[in-house]
């Protein structure tokens, strides 16, 4: 099983969320506490589809009027994603008791090789299995640990690229996992820097829905 190559305009050539025609902004953020890429997806449109969480319970990761954050920082090996809800969805998880100071419903971390760019300059990940998923209620999973094994035993990993991806999983968990409030105000510091660019009249990266 070949490390897979995704594009982080999410388009349905190489996911299965099929994000086609939605703005797509890419765009360097160097600010305190961050250094790197920043890629964010606005769903303008798209039915509502749910994961189930241990803690949260049935939590939101796609649908119309949600936003995608996706941070690559500089010198790391994972791209995270936070899944912003809609404002109105927030005093509903306040109900429930579920922290979301600025309405996220899950980040999803993708362990990854390295960062390359497709034909229209579209930025994509080279996947490398490992991921981690943690909510703001305390969830956290470690997903396709058998992936990165199988991957391991075949061949299309070497060792060297096993043990890295076991280590910047530990990593994440360590920096991310253990303070989400910490996470939180990062991830709220670099949206607001982004919505401030977009404010000021930069465009999508790529826009074609109609």
């Known amino acids: 099983m070949l490390m897979k190559r995704k594009r982080l305009d999410r388009d349905s050539k190489t996911s299965g969320w ?9 765009m360097r953020v160097d600010i305190d506490g961050f250094h790197g890429l920043v890629c964010l997806i ?5 039915r509502y589809h749910y994961w189930g969480t241990r803690k949260t319970g049935k939590t ?30 927030i005093i509903q ?22 960062i390359e760019y497709d034909e229209d300059g579209v930025a994509i990940f080279v996947d490398k299995y490992l991921d981690v998923i943690f ?20 061949g299309d990993i070497s060792k060297e690229q096993y043990d890295s991806a076991l280590k910047e999983c530990d990593l994440i968990i360590k920096e991310y996992c253990s303070d989400i409030t910490k996470i939180e105000i990062l991830c709220s510091r670099v ?10 009249g930069e465009k999508p990266f790529k826009q074609n829905h109609t």
């Open 191 to 200: 949206l607001s820097h982004v919505n401030d660019r977009i404010n000021k």
């Open 42 to 46: 606005k769903l303008v449109s798209g």
């Open 60 to 89: 939101a990761v796609c649908g119309k009027g949600m936003v995608w954050l996706q941070l690559i920082p500089d010198e790391r090996s994972h791209v995270l994603t936070a899944k912003y809800l809609p404002k109105r969805n």
């Open 93 to 114: 998880r306040m109900v429930q008791g579920i922290r979301c100071s600025d309405s996220v419903s899950v980040w999803y971390t993708d362990i990854i090789e390295n």
């Open 135 to 154: 909510a703001p209620n305390g969830d956290v999973k470690i997903d396709d640990r058998d992936e990165l094994d199988a991957a391991l035993q075949t």
């Open 18 to 26: 099929g994000f086609e025609g939605h703005p797509y902004y890419l």
